[in-house]
């Protein structure tokens, strides 16, 4: 055998057990923001998107936690710079103060302009004129920023519309349109939401070639700001809400996972995985991983290996779910058994408090409207449901 050959055979062989690794490796993902082909094609919401960005619409999202609101934005975003915008992102869950606020938004919009170093000065002295950021250059040779100097509460106002202005300016003087989304925006209100909304609006009704997407996971809260005559974003956008995954839709996707991997999958197995997880994107995810990684020997998933599968998710978020359920009060644990047992419709009815034994329709009222606050129970059209499916099917299965 020639070194030639020998080289082609080496390289041959390494490409054949790549193709293997990559045909083995799991191809659902979970608990995490997925792009490209790991992203469960929301083609329609992605479009409406993009198209609405583009044309410079302030748009409220509201989604429910794991629905794969974060992913649908991260693709979107990606797709708008690859046309030719800039992009901000900020994630609120990160942000504790006014000063925490006013250095992200900074950053990220420094960010999505300019990253060589030698440039990032000039920027910042361009365009923030009076926040003087300190520029520091990390480990990995990225710059980033700090700000040198307490924010007081009284004096934020003038600075924070300095950063509001930034992407407006920014993109008339570049001739390139500014993105900006704020992720998790419930959380503003433990930030003075009431003062840092009028800011914004005051500043962002002017903003022309700029496009802002609001996005939240606690709907009441969002829908209020929107809806609310007495809000500063009363009637600013459209609003824009993200439902479960169309069956149909969901279906195809999943089945090509499975069989890209090489996997068969029975008549009608897709249709109880998507019963069973009542088409909850993410746990439709997560027991789909876990049937991939249950039948990876044979390559075949049927409808015998739903039940096992489920169970050994159930005993393996036990500890989680047992932890959960011994810090609730024992009112708010009856009105999830009665939920669990019979469904959240009409949960007000004389008939399901009394067959319930649930107490006062008033204390029924206020286990409710904590559960909610805690992201443990959601309503929907005329009903209530717990938000987790698999957290339902434990208490059914332990508690009942």
Excluded at 210 to 231: C, E, P, W
Excluded at 248 to 254: D, Q, R, S, V, Y
Excluded at 344 to 367: C, H, M, P, W, Y
Aim: aromatic residues 12%; charged residues 25%; contains cysteine.
């Amino acid at each position: 055998m020639t070194f030639y050959v020998y080289l082609r055979y080496v390289y041959i062989h390494n490409f054949v057990m790549q193709m293997k690794e990559q045909k083995m490796a799991n191809p659902f993902r979970y608990g995490e923001v997925v792009t490209g082909e790991d992203f469960a094609d929301r083609e329609l919401e992605l479009q409406e998107l993009i198209m609405d960005l583009k044309a410079g619409q302030t748009i409220f999202l509201i989604s429910p936690r794991r629905y794969g609101k974060t992913s649908l934005i991260m693709n979107a975003l990606d797709k708008l710079q690859k046309e030719g915008f800039y992009t901000a992102y900020i994630d609120l869950f990160k942000v504790s103060s006014f000063k925490g606020l006013l250095e992200l938004y900074t950053e990220v919009v420094l960010r999505a302009v300019e990253t060589k170093i030698e440039r990032f000065n000039r920027f910042v002295r361009e365009f923030f004129p009076n926040i003087h950021p300190k520029v520091v250059i990390n480990s990995d040779g990225s710059p980033s920023l700090e700000l040198d100097y307490e924010v007081k509460e009284k004096s934020a106002g003038k600075l924070f519309d300095e950063v509001y202005e930034a992407p407006q300016r920014i993109a008339k003087k570049r001739n390139k349109n500014f993105i900006v989304v704020f992720d998790e925006f419930q959380e503003i209100a433990n930030l003075n939401g009431e003062a840092i909304e009028k800011g914004m609006r005051a500043c962002f009704q002017h903003h022309d070639r700029v496009g802002y997407l609001f996005a939240g996971s606690r709907r009441h809260i969002i829908s209020d700001m929107v809806t609310n005559k007495q809000r500063a974003f009363y009637n600013m956008g459209k609003v824009m809400p993200l439902d479960k995954i169309p069956r149909e839709e969901f279906k195809i996707f999943l089945e090509g996972k499975f069989t890209r991997t090489g996997f068969s999958v029975a008549e009608g197995v897709l249709d109880e995985i998507l019963d069973v997880t009542e088409n909850y994107p993410y746990n439709v995810q997560f027991l789909c991983h876990e049937l991939w990684h249950n039948c990876k020997d044979n390559r075949k998933v049927s409808s015998d290996d739903i039940t096992p599968v489920m169970n050994r998710i159930l005993y393996g978020q036990s500890a989680v779910y047992v932890t959960l359920w011994n810090t609730l009060p024992r009112h708010q644990k009856r009105i999830l058994v009665a939920i669990a047992a019979s469904g959240g419709e009409n949960i007000f009815s004389k008939d399901f408090i009394r067959d319930n034994d649930l107490g006062a329709a008033s204390s029924v009222q206020t286990s409710i409207n904590l559960l909610m606050k805690k992201e443990i129970i959601e309503k929907g059209i005329g009903t209530y449901y717990i938000a987790d499916v698999f957290f339902d099917a434990w208490i059914r299965k332990e508690m009942m």
